[in-house]
């Protein structure tokens, strides 16, 4: 399992490191508004796309192989487009401070988007895990390629090289989706069935459990961007995104361990197992994340300013008042995918809904009033918030106690232990032909 968790995690840093790369490449050339526009562009996009998934999401996976290829691509072709159509006068009427011509871009980008994913969830659906890796790393590496050609080879500085790079991302990897799919892309020409009710019905069922929770979480997550940009301005969106995406990078220690571990739950029945399964990974990704967040706490504000430009030396102290909450909310990823596991959506649903309550509470109290230390504030309390609720259901549950998930030294050693054994033993046969 050590194994799975170490390449998981190797493609999620290439991955991190890609968008690192983004992030400086856009802070550097349009500064702090720039990136702030940047970063509610992303956002926008984002948010509309919870309401394609409805369809298009992560069901797919589980229904590729209960329907045809050709029924689930049209229905959620048709619903994607339906939705960019719909939430783009949506924005255009709520949200009048994105330039209409920006409201355009965000809309046919979220449809790219949800092309692209269609493809990758039918790879991952096929068990073609390779091709979906493949097709998810290229996105930001023809980003980086684009932003590279338009800030600093043609040296221009407004915000639409981002924009040509989104769909030069989405739309290679879609391309690189079709070539990939190409057979099931064939038999789709040649399918005559035209019967779409069950398939919608079972898209929309599946679909709507598993965005529910999506939604709720979003604007946990990010309606501090909005409530920055309505009150004070775009540019302080631009220094708290950074601070925020840096902080949160941390958190790919604990999604690496949390997918391993919900593949393992889900294909076991033995709930004390899964218990201690996940006590023992949330004791791993508390100690590294830890390590990786004192690191990230002792880098000066003039880091930032070197890395990113002269309008971002704020960052080093909102990371510092980030810092305990996005510590608890590693914990809240490794519970959450233990229940995900044994099939209690509603507990991650009702634990977001918590730190919902929270993020707009001491949103519109802390940020027009604090600014963009009131924003990280109510962030940490709120991620804090989502953790302390499922951890005390676990403890509830599994009869464990809270000085359980404290690290002993000979746990530590056995950690380090195994992580050598892991790099330096020769590959069994059987890890050979894995």
Same mark, same amino acid.
């Given at each position: ?52 998934? /409805? ?62 994913? /269609? ?43 981002? /924009? ?154 909102? /990371? ?115």
């Amino acid at each position: 399992m050590f194994k799975k968790i170490l390449n998981t995690f190797g493609t999620k840093i290439a991955a991190a490191a890609l968008n690192f790369l983004i992030a400086i490449i856009i802070s550097q050339t349009l500064g702090d508004e720039g990136k702030g526009t940047q970063a509610l562009l992303l956002t926008t996009i984002t948010f509309i796309l919870i309401f394609s998934e /409805i369809v298009c999401g992560a069901s797919i996976i589980y229904l590729a192989p209960r329907h045809s290829f050709k029924k689930i691509w049209v229905a959620s072709t048709l619903w994607s487009a339906l939705i960019a159509v719909l939430m783009g006068f949506g924005i255009l009427w709520f949200y009048p401070k994105l330039a209409p011509d920006l409201v355009f871009h965000v809309a046919m980008l979220s449809f790219v988007t949800s092309l692209s994913n /269609i493809n990758f969830r039918f790879l991952v659906g096929k068990e073609e895990i390779k091709k979906a890796n493949y097709n998810t790393l290229l996105q930001p590496v023809l980003l980086v390629l684009t932003l590279v050609v338009y800030y600093i080879i043609l040296k221009r500085t407004d915000i639409y090289g981002y /924009i040509i790079g989104l769909y030069a991302a989405y739309g290679g990897t879609f391309l690189l989706g079709i070539w990939m799919l190409r057979k099931e892309y064939a038999a789709m020409l040649r399918d005559k069935d035209s019967n779409y009710s069950e398939v919608l019905r079972d898209l929309f069922k599946y679909g709507f459990l598993n965005q529910t929770g999506h939604f709720v979480q979003f604007f946990n997550l990010r309606l501090s961007y909005y409530l920055l940009d309505r009150f004070i301005n775009v540019g302080r969106v631009g220094v708290y995104s950074n601070a925020l995406s840096l902080a949160e990078a941390i958190w790919i220690v604990s999604n690496s361990i949390a997918l391993v571990q919900y593949a393992r739950i889900a294909n076991t029945d033995d709930r004390q197992y899964a218990q201690k399964l996940t006590l023992d990974l949330a004791k791993i990704c508390l100690l590294v994340s830890a390590i990786a967040l004192v690191v990230l706490c002792l880098l000066p504000a003039e880091f930032y300013v070197f890395v990113f430009g002269k309008d971002f030396g704020e960052m080093a102290h909102l /990371i510092r008042i980030l810092a305990p909450g996005v510590l608890f909310y590693c914990v809240f990823l490794i519970l959450g995918h233990y229940y995900s596991g044994i099939g209690r959506y509603q507990m991650n649903t009702f634990a977001a809904l918590c730190g919902l309550v929270v993020t707009f509470v001491c949103g519109f109290t802390l940020i027009p009033r604090y600014d963009v230390v009131g924003a990280a504030i109510t962030s940490a309390v709120s991620y804090t918030v989502n953790a302390i609720f499922l951890f005390v259901f676990f403890l509830k549950e599994s009869r464990f106690k809270g000085k359980d998930f404290i690290l002993r030294k000979n746990e530590i050693q056995s950690y380090i232990a195994e992580l050598k054994q892991q790099f330096l033993k020769q590959p069994t046969e059987n890890e050979q032909t894995e």
